[in-house]
């Protein structure tokens, strides 16, 4: 869990120092300078014979990892000019620029010697300062081969320079645009303005030094922080809705579902979540509250609930359906703003709720015979077909067909339809005289959206059936009707 305080100490804290009066603390420095020893850059001894030192500026002890904040590998002590109670520089570094030069370590608390303003990333940096005639002229500066102009330490340096010119106590006053389009490609190239005087560790702050042209035409530095590998140990918080949807639901209709809500087994510690859960109605947000099954798990006022590795949240939640088609949306972020996911596609969960449509379109579209001539006195076969519209609910809908006739003929059948889907009912009868049927058809338990076209009538009036000869001596033959 990274966190940052909220205090900050007024002096270096080397290993002889006094530790500051708050709960968080130095990391280890015995463990910190054995891990350095064996990562194959750090000596105990610089080439001067300078000691290894951690430690701690407190302009960097706003950064966490648990009830841990991190300090600098120096060599020598603090030396230079001084601002305040600030040294310009901590002591040395273990590269030597030309053989007869300690190169300095500057100080990233020591304040600025020219005003600087505005955003970070459209200063005029200057690209490989190592090689530039200039920078050269004025710093002892040299190609610190292996760890100069190299992607090594490009994330360290990328979230160490992010975190830091994020916040508004940064010594140089900057702020941050971030990656954007405009500036993805300084922000992918960093390490190309980077002359590192320390590489970063698993417990210890790199520190580099980059070069800008000034307003003036004049060359200054500013120092930059390169984060510890520590701090680059993101979680993999998710979550995951038990419902990925509600379908088909009335407005008004309360529903209880539950919310899982996870901490990888992957990470080593603990981590302050931020759970969330809202119902988006018309684009606004609406929160739920999540009643937890445990109530150890609940959240704090602000949503915060810590998490073991592997453990998992389960909280319930109830809603009301609205009018219209909505989204429950549940996410799930590290509490620290200094902390970033692993993964952010599994942060958030969504699940659409649509309601029943209030109608769907049933129609008669048409009534027919079998036989294209209709005789008296003969069953005939009659068919009707009945349409659903593509509306309505998703699932089927029990439509009722009715066929009365004017003979006193009444029939009905109850069909199963989806959407789009067309039946044709049929029905016997045998008839004399003109007549007349009906038929209609309805939704069981649904509005229809259009009554008009519910019901329609067709009529027949049969042909005379032929009558047999009356005696055994009278012979005719009927074509087409006539005798």
């Known amino acids: 869990m990274m966190k940052r305080l909220t205090a900050v100490a007024a002096v270096f804290i080397f290993l002889t120092a006094v530790v500051p009066a708050f709960a968080e603390q130095l990391f280890n420095p015995q463990t910190a300078i054995e891990n350095?020893?064996?990562?194959?850059?750090?000596?105990?001894?610089?080439?001067?014979?300078?000691?290894?030192?951690?430690?701690?500026?407190?302009?960097?002890?706003?950064?966490?990892?648990?009830?841990?904040?991190?300090?600098?590998?120096?060599?020598?002590?603090?030396?230079?000019?001084?601002?305040?109670?600030?040294?310009?520089?901590?002591?040395?570094?273990?590269?030597?620029?030309?053989?007869?030069?300690?190169?300095?370590?500057?100080?990233?608390?020591?304040?600025?010697?020219?005003?600087?303003?505005?955003?970070?990333?459209?200063?005029?940096?200057i690209i490989r300062p190592w090689w530039n005639g200039d920078v050269q002229a004025e710093y002892n500066v040299d190609f610190n081969n292996g760890l100069d102009g190299t992607?090594?330490?490009?994330?360290?340096?990328?979230?160490?320079?992010?975190?830091?010119y994020n916040e508004k106590y940064n010594a140089n006053n900057y702020q941050l645009k971030g990656v954007t389009a405009e500036t993805r490609s300084f922000w992918e190239n960093i390490d190309q303005y980077i002359h590192i005087l320390a590489p970063p560790t698993e417990y210890a702050w790199g520190i580099g030094r980059m070069w800008r042209v000034n307003s003036s035409g004049g060359i200054n530095y500013i120092t930059v922080p390169i984060s510890p590998g520590a701090l680059l140990k993101f979680?993999?918080?998710?979550?995951?809705?038990?419902?990925?949807?509600?379908?088909?639901?009335?407005?008004?209709?309360?529903?209880?579902?539950?919310?899982?809500y996870t901490l990888d087994a992957d990470y080593s510690e603990e981590e302050v979540a931020w759970l969330r859960l809202h119902h988006v109605v018309s684009g606004q947000e609406y929160p739920i509250a999540l009643v937890s099954v445990d109530s150890a798990d609940t959240p704090n006022e602000k949503g915060h609930v810590v998490f073991k590795p592997g453990k998992t949240k389960t909280y319930q939640y109830t809603f009301t359906v609205q009018d219209r088609n909505t989204t429950i949306l549940a996410r799930i972020n590290p509490a620290d703003p200094y902390v970033q996911d692993k993964k952010w596609?599994?942060?958030?969960?969504?699940?659409?709720?649509?309601i029943v449509s209030a109608c769907t379109d049933i129609s008669v579209t048409g009534i027919k015979s079998l036989n294209s001539t209709v005789v008296g006195g003969r069953p005939e076969k009659f068919t009707a077909t009945i349409k659903r519209a593509n509306d309505g609910p998703s699932g089927n809908v029990a439509v009722k067909v009715t066929v009365t006739g004017s003979n006193g003929l009444k029939k009905e059948k109850t069909y199963s339809m989806a959407k789009g889907q067309t039946v044709q009912y049929s029905?016997?009868?045998?008839?004399?005289?003109?007549?007349?049927?009906?038929?209609?058809?309805?939704?069981?338990?649904?509005?229809?959206?259009?009554?008009?076209?519910?019901?329609?009538?067709?009529?027949?009036?049969?042909?005379?059936?032929?009558?047999p000869p009356s005696t055994t001596n009278e012979i005719w033959i009927s074509i087409n009707g006539a005798k």
């Open 36 to 125: 350095a020893l064996n990562n194959g850059y750090y000596k105990s001894q610089n080439p001067d014979g300078d000691i290894l030192n951690y430690v701690s500026i407190p302009i960097l002890n706003y950064y966490l990892r648990g009830e841990n904040y991190y300090g600098c590998l120096v060599y020598g002590q603090p030396h230079g000019d001084i601002k305040g109670d600030q040294y310009r520089y901590m002591g040395y570094t273990k590269f030597k620029p030309t053989p007869d030069v300690k190169e300095d370590y500057t100080n990233i608390a020591f304040p600025p010697d020219v005003t600087h303003t505005g955003y970070f990333e459209d200063q005029k940096w």
């Open 345 to 354: 596609d599994n942060n958030r969960d969504e699940a659409p709720v649509t």
């Open 235 to 260: 979680p993999d918080l998710s979550v995951k809705l038990q419902e990925d949807r509600f379908t088909d639901k009335k407005a008004g209709e309360k529903i209880t579902s539950t919310v899982s």
């Open 427 to 467: 029905w016997v009868d045998t008839i004399s005289n003109t007549i007349t049927y009906t038929v209609q058809a309805l939704p069981v338990g649904v509005e229809d959206c259009a009554l008009g076209n519910n019901a329609m009538q067709r009529g027949w009036t049969p042909r005379t059936a032929l009558k």
């Open 151 to 164: 992607d090594k330490y490009a994330k360290n340096i990328n979230y160490g320079v992010m975190l830091y």
